[in-house]
């Protein structure tokens, strides 16, 4: 083989590594608080960050592409969020926050995406089901995508049971010890769900911390949650700091006629004192 077709042969290797290694993490949302420890006088204020990197991504997620935002008190209650007002008056664009006094506690911040349909074709990517793709030439699945966020913040001492709560979201990572209470070195254990249930096959974790990499799709830690010890995973805390925990999960679709798949994506963060 002449050096040219080798040179040819090593960049086409290279060029379906590299994308090999990007398809495998697609695009996803992440809860940013502004603090993550709180006094009561505060007000529980984030923004949605969207994209790869951690802890900025790429861009603001689309407030349109928002289907339910809410804040669980330390007792399980739902608390309104709105755009957070500005000085002049008028509505952030990008920022929310609670409404009304909080009291002493755990809080957990709750995001859920409108699902849709979509799928790579040779026109583009596209956000329509099988049906409606039938004329086009698909050259990938067709998915039904849905993406759920949390975040975990506390109020003075931080007590309550509101971080643990199962939604029942179609992908969800509940910790099974408040991060409030851990420190270097120890072990979150984690909880993956779906639909409420532990999943019957074995999922990657993903955890990283702030400051670990400005590169996208880099994780600090990597472990599996498998069906034998009933979805559970440990991550361990290799730095105080702010911390995000990504998985995400593939599955049949019910109706095959609209998609080969669901895609499910899910994120937590939160932060571990030094």
Request: charged fraction near 25%.
């Amino acid at each position: 083989m002449s050096l040219k077709n080798l040179i040819r042969v090593g960049l086409a290797v290279i060029g379906g590594i590299i994308f090999s290694v990007i398809s495998v993490y697609a695009c996803h949302p992440w809860i940013n608080a502004n603090k993550y420890k709180l006094e009561q006088k505060d007000v529980i204020r984030f923004f949605i960050a969207y994209g790869h990197n951690f802890p900025f991504g790429h861009s603001f997620y689309d407030n349109e592409q928002i289907g339910e935002m809410y804040i669980l008190s330390p007792d399980g209650e739902r608390i309104k969020v709105g755009p957070r007002v500005l000085k002049d008056g008028k509505p952030s664009q990008v920022q929310f926050e609670s409404k009304g006094r909080l009291k002493e506690g755990t809080y957990l911040v709750v995001m859920e995406t409108k699902g849709h349909f979509g799928a790579k074709t040779a026109e583009g990517y596209q956000w329509k089901s099988k049906k409606e793709l039938k004329d086009k030439k698909v050259i990938d699945k067709v998915r039904y995508t849905q993406m759920w966020a949390k975040a975990i913040v506390t109020v003075g001492e931080g007590k309550g049971k509101s971080f643990s709560q199962i939604l029942g979201h179609g992908l969800e990572i509940v910790p099974l010890k408040d991060p409030n209470e851990l420190r270097t070195n120890d072990f979150l254990p984690i909880k993956i769900l779906h639909n409420g249930k532990p999943l019957k096959e074995p999922v990657k974790v993903h955890a990283t911390y702030m400051g670990f990499s400005n590169e996208p799709d880099v994780f600090a830690y990597t472990c599996w949650a498998s069906p034998s010890k009933e979805g559970v995973a440990n991550i361990r805390i290799l730095q105080p700091g702010i911390w995000k925990i990504y998985v995400d999960y593939k599955a049949p679709y019910q109706d095959p006629e609209l998609a080969d798949e669901y895609s499910y994506y899910s994120t937590l963060t939160f932060e571990v004192k030094p």
